[in-house]
């Protein structure tokens, strides 16, 4: 069987430890097929164009091209796939992003094995090392299992990922970003809630499609997170998506709330019967969410504590607050290119 062609896109400015951490994993997949790594330099003033050189010399599939640093009035991110795309010289692409390697030397092979004749859009896995914060990487973990049962029960709305796979002439088809240029950010969601139909989409859940993503700094998570409130504002479907999220997380707090409450106020009422029975239904609430948190963590072969969970769920209210906040209190034209 004839493996398809690949062609990895991977935007960068001022990337240069990154790539040269990170790119090797990329160039020395074990895959039969073909396949190259176009790195599209957006005008770096850092050390990325002697990394580049220096692995060029050592990697015959890796490419480089540039975008020069007078584009304005569009997202230079999206421009810098796009011009990474005319590049391509195959009919699957992958986008990914410089601080993200394989978690596997198969991964190329694992993301191909679910290139379909019907399928045109492939979502893989992307976790935070271990470097990041609990509550980041529960965050990423939640967003991706959202996602995840999105594209598998109806249609995809957004991707948290950096490990994309698209035919190349669906993305032409489709004028690429042509609809969302003046967004700075959100471009895998944007092609994601686009492009996906019911049908025509694949989630590669295997462990050697996973994608490993380096640790953000905190404002440059803070930074993500305002660039999605702001991007998901411009996607269809949603309401269907984040309806049930606020539910949950609006549930979770006011069964909190609700016994907290009532060991307070039977206390100070010396109805210590009803106290006794709020405060062993919140123990026994916390341990029945440890015991799942225990569960999942094991069932996707992560180490976060068990015990920490409960309360890393219920500070996502107050953490989601802060964000909107800022976003609110933001200039909504840092995130437009101008």
């Known amino acids: ?162 490990n994309l796979a698209v035919r190349r002439d669906i993305f032409m088809k489709h004028n690429g970003f042509l609809k969302n240029l003046k967004f700075l950010r959100g471009e895998y969601d944007f092609l994601v809630n686009e492009y996906a139909t019911p049908y025509n989409i694949s989630v590669a859940t295997e462990s050697d499609a996973l994608v490993i993503r380096e640790a953000p700094t905190k404002k440059g998570w803070i930074n993500e997170k305002l660039f999605f409130i702001m991007t998901s504002r411009h996607l269809e479907r949603n309401m269907a998506y984040h309806l049930p999220v606020i539910i949950d997380t609006v549930l979770l707090h006011a069964t909190f709330v609700a016994l907290v409450a009532a060991i307070g106020v039977s206390a100070v009422f010396g109805l210590y019967i009803i106290t006794a029975a709020a405060g062993v239904s919140l123990i026994f609430n916390y341990l029945i969410k440890m015991w799942i948190a225990s569960k999942a963590m094991k069932a996707i072969d992560e180490d976060i504590s068990a015990w920490k969970i409960p309360f890393l769920e219920l500070s996502e209210i107050w953490r989601n607050m802060f964000l909107n906040i800022k976003f609110l209190r933001s200039n909504k034209e840092d995130f437009i290119r101008r």
Request: charged share 25%; aromatic share 10%; proline share 4%.
């Open 1 to 162: 069987m004839q493996m398809p062609g690949f062609s990895i896109i991977i935007p960068v400015h001022n990337n240069a430890m990154e790539i040269e951490r990170n790119l090797p994993g990329l160039l020395e997949q074990e895959y039969s097929g073909k396949y190259e790594v176009i790195v599209v330099d957006e005008s770096s003033n850092d050390e990325t164009e002697d990394v580049l050189k220096r692995l060029k010399s050592q990697y015959a599939n890796l490419y480089t091209t540039f975008i020069p640093d007078t584009s304005h009035y569009l997202s230079r991110r999206k421009l810098s796939i796009t011009i990474g795309v005319k590049a391509a010289r195959y009919p699957w692409l992958v986008i990914m992003s410089a601080d993200c390697h394989p978690s596997s030397n198969n991964w190329l092979a694992t993301m191909a094995s679910h290139c379909d004749n019907n399928i045109e859009l492939i979502l893989g896995e992307t976790r935070y090392d271990d470097n990041a914060t609990d509550y980041e990487r529960l965050d990423n973990i939640k967003s991706w299992f959202r996602q995840l049962k999105k594209a598998q029960n109806s249609t995809a709305y957004a991707y948290c990922g950096r």
